[in-house]
């Protein structure tokens, strides 16, 4: 039976204890935030793309056409400039590739029929301008059919299903999901641990207190933890990335799988009774599971795939992807449906697992 008094002190006791260490606490949140900031790198140097510097000698519409087209295609960034220049912002590597439109691009002769020009191309092979250099080449070659009136007979329809999905779309759930495994399922089984190998937890036991004041405080304390950092890591992804965030969908689905490898924590410390296997126990469990929160499932054979969709970090993090896509709430009831069912059944067998150290 639980009671107001042992549990609050307890709950007092332990959070005063977290907060003396917070490099225990929340170094692992800290690292995940610094990732969270090197994801903002790449996407803002991706977002960027290679930088072209253009010299348009021609002026001529097929010119202009071309410009456009250039400028048009988002992920170039585009600087107008002289052929002598342009050349030099390469050897200087302050462009990634020179585009230098000869005066003749887009020249016609007496029959009106145009003449074969050729766009010059330099760039350090290696780089973003091999990418670039790709990207321009088929700008001429769209431009040249334009110009000639002559529209491909074969040619390809594209749809794209996944338009404006950036970095953060992609690791954004992954790294919630190994702040949930980290702080829920290894340093609850950890705290255990460390309670038995300092003789902490038989001296709680002759105060009298009941197990589940223990457990709850416990439980409590990280709860209190998780949800500081789970919020922190939501409101900088949303500020950093200008990102349309359903903070409270999100922080939900979250704090639900939180509630379920923090179960399962406590069930392994209940279960592990020796106090240095129990946090061994704890992080083979939890990279097997972090390796599968990365990868979707259907990267998986069929009758893995099957299995692992039902896993408790799968089910977090494919409602995270929902969300971070722009699928509503209803959408991933289902997995808010399998979570509370897990966190149900993790919750019991915490309960049952945990006893006294013997005397």
């Given at each position: 039976?639980?009671?107001?008094?042992?549990?609050?002190?307890?709950?007092?006791?332990?959070?005063?204890?977290?907060?003396?260490?917070?490099?225990?606490?929340?170094?692992?949140?800290?690292?995940?935030?610094?990732?969270?900031?090197?994801?903002?790198?790449?996407?803002?140097?991706?977002?960027?793309?290679?930088?072209?510097?253009?010299?348009?000698?021609?002026?001529?519409?097929?010119?202009?056409?071309?410009?456009?087209?250039?400028?048009?295609?988002?992920?170039?960034?585009?600087?107008?400039?002289?052929?002598?220049?342009?050349?030099?912002?390469?050897?200087?590597?302050?462009?990634?590739?020179?585009?230098?439109?000869?005066?003749?691009?887009?020249?016609?002769?007496?029959?009106?029929?145009?003449?074969?020009?050729?766009?010059?191309?330099?760039?350090?092979?290696g780089g973003p301008g091999d990418?670039?250099?790709?990207?321009?080449?088929?700008?001429?070659?769209?431009?040249?059919?334009?110009?000639?009136?002559?529209?491909?007979?074969?040619?390809?329809?594209?749809?794209?299903?996944?338009?404006?999905?950036?970095?953060?779309?992609?690791?954004?759930?992954?790294?919630?999901?190994?702040?949930?495994?980290?702080?829920?399922?290894?340093?609850?089984?950890?705290?255990?641990?460390?309670?038995?190998?300092?003789?902490?937890?038989?001296?709680?036991?002759?105060?009298?207190?009941?197990?589940?004041?223990?457990?709850?405080?416990?439980?409590?304390?990280?709860?209190?933890?998780?949800?500081?950092?789970?919020?922190?890591?939501?409101?900088v992804a949303g500020l950093l990335?200008?990102?349309?965030?359903?903070?409270?969908?999100?922080?939900?689905?979250?704090?639900?799988?939180?509630?379920?490898?923090?179960?399962?924590?406590?069930?392994?410390?209940?279960?592990?009774?020796?106090?240095?296997?129990?946090?061994?126990?704890?992080?083979?469990?939890?990279?097997?599971?972090?390796?599968?929160?990365?990868?979707?499932?259907?990267?998986?054979?069929?009758?893995?795939?099957?299995?692992?969709?039902?896993?408790?970090?799968?089910?977090?993090?494919?409602?995270?992807?929902?969300?971070?896509?722009?699928?509503?709430?209803?959408?991933?009831?289902?997995?808010?449906?399998?979570?509370?069912?897990?966190?149900?059944?993790?919750?019991?067998?915490?309960?049952?697992?945990?006893?006294?150290?013997?005397?």
């Amino acid at each position: 039976m639980v009671r107001w008094r042992p549990y609050r002190a307890l709950t007092l006791a332990i959070l005063k204890a977290s907060l003396r260490n917070p490099v225990a606490s929340f170094g692992f949140f800290a690292a995940l935030m610094l990732v969270l900031g090197g994801i903002k790198y790449l996407d803002s140097a991706q977002l960027s793309g290679p930088n072209l510097a253009l010299a348009d000698e021609a002026s001529t519409p097929a010119s202009r056409q071309l410009v456009y087209a250039l400028r048009s295609t988002p992920s170039l960034s585009l600087t107008e400039t002289s052929a002598a220049d342009a050349r030099n912002r390469v050897d200087a590597g302050r462009s990634d590739l020179a585009v230098v439109i000869p005066a003749d691009f887009g020249a016609t002769d007496a029959t009106n029929h145009l003449l074969p020009a050729q766009v010059q191309l330099v760039y350090r092979a290696g780089g973003p301008g091999d990418r670039a250099a790709a990207l321009v080449r088929a700008a001429v070659d769209r431009v040249d059919r334009q110009v000639q009136g002559a529209p491909p007979a074969l040619a390809a329809a594209s749809h794209v299903e996944n338009v404006g999905v950036g970095l953060i779309d992609v690791f954004l759930p992954g790294l919630l999901g190994f702040n949930v495994i980290q702080a829920g399922l290894v340093v609850a089984a950890g705290a255990f641990a460390t309670y038995r190998t300092s003789g902490a937890l038989r001296r709680v036991q002759v105060t009298g207190i009941a197990p589940g004041n223990l457990v709850l405080a416990n439980a409590t304390v990280n709860l209190l933890l998780g949800t500081v950092e789970v919020a922190v890591m939501l409101a900088v992804a949303g500020l950093l990335f200008r990102h349309r965030i359903d903070l409270g969908s999100m922080f939900a689905v979250t704090m639900l799988g939180y509630l379920v490898f923090l179960a399962a924590g406590f069930a392994i410390s209940g279960w592990v009774r020796d106090a240095q296997r129990a946090p061994a126990v704890a992080s083979s469990v939890s990279l097997p599971l972090i390796f599968i929160g990365v990868l979707p499932a259907q990267f998986f054979p069929g009758p893995a795939a099957a299995a692992i969709r039902v896993l408790p970090i799968s089910l977090v993090t494919h409602a995270l992807h929902q969300l971070l896509q722009g699928a509503p709430g209803q959408d991933i009831k289902a997995d808010l449906l399998a979570l509370a069912g897990w966190a149900v059944v993790l919750l019991a067998a915490a309960s049952r697992a945990f006893r006294w150290d013997p005397a």
